[in-house]
């Protein structure tokens, strides 16, 4: 079956630090998609990005990064120089493909969940 | 951009009353999920519909149903709520390819239950 550990349940930093979220998956799949969400206290689950399981080119969006290693399985989530907006809960998620769709769909299993502090 | 809404963002109910969580994506996609999230557990997949009409049990179906008339909409049911299902509900909604491709879900806001 898939999973998806985050080992971190909390981390507080102070603003400007860096910080870097682990997730570490498992799956028998060989084609498979991770994400990584944000669920700011509002509630609602905010995409940040998807990342196939043939590209492992990291990739920087602004003060986000993620690094993508295959052969530790890991999708590890890096901000830099948090802001107090940046306190939220992150979700990391893994694709797994749907049984009763024929093959063409999925569904997400998630992590437990991290949940970042940035204090001022 | 995608627009995920959801009935209500909070909802008090009673034991043994029918519940109805209703769930609207703007963007045509044919996919839809519901799931629950409670803490220390993460978010588990109740019911997902691929098509109108369709749907197919998750991980956690057991005391909910689902109804999907129109594909914009995606409702879940609690036939008799219980104390055990008090939680937050996510809708979600992503575009199916044929080829496998796998499109990002994108979730509504929620809906924070509380049977009484």
């Known amino acids: 079956a898939q999973k998806v550990t985050q080992a971190q349940t909390e981390i507080s930093v102070v603003e400007k630090e860096d910080v870097t979220l682990d997730c570490v998956y498992e799956?028998?799949?060989?084609?498979?998609?991770l994400f990584w969400y944000k669920q700011p206290p509002s509630g609602e689950l905010v995409f940040l990005i998807r990342?196939?399981?043939?590209?492992?080119q990291n990739e920087i969006s602004g003060r986000y990064s993620w690094n993508f290693q295959k052969s530790t399985s890991s999708f590890n989530f890096t901000i830099t120089a948090s802001q107090v907006v940046d306190s939220a809960v992150y979700f990391c998620a893994l694709s797994e493909i749907l049984q009763n769709s024929g093959g063409s769909n999925y569904k997400l299993t998630f992590g437990k969940g991290t949940l970042l502090t940035v204090n001022p | 951009d995608v627009k995920v809404t959801q009935s209500s963002r909070y909802l008090v109910k009673r034991t043994g009353e029918k519940v109805f969580l209703e769930c609207v994506q703007d963007?045509?996609?044919?996919?839809m999920f519901w799931y629950r999230q409670d803490p220390g557990l993460g978010l588990r997949l109740i019911y997902f519909s691929y098509d109108v009409k369709m749907k197919e049990k998750g991980d956690i179906p057991e005391g909910y149903s689902v109804s999907r008339e129109k594909k914009e909409r995606f409702s879940l049911i609690l036939e008799s709520a219980s104390t055990n299902q008090t939680s937050m509900y996510l809708c979600?909604?992503?575009?199916?390819?044929?080829?496998?491709?796998?499109?990002?879900?994108?979730f509504g806001p929620g809906t924070r239950l509380l049977v009484l």
């Open positions: 990342r196939n399981s043939f590209d492992e």
């Open positions: 799956t028998r799949d060989t084609t498979y998609y």
């Open positions: 963007m045509d996609h044919e996919n």
């Open positions: 979600a909604s992503s575009l199916f390819y044929a080829s496998g491709w796998q499109e990002t879900q994108y």
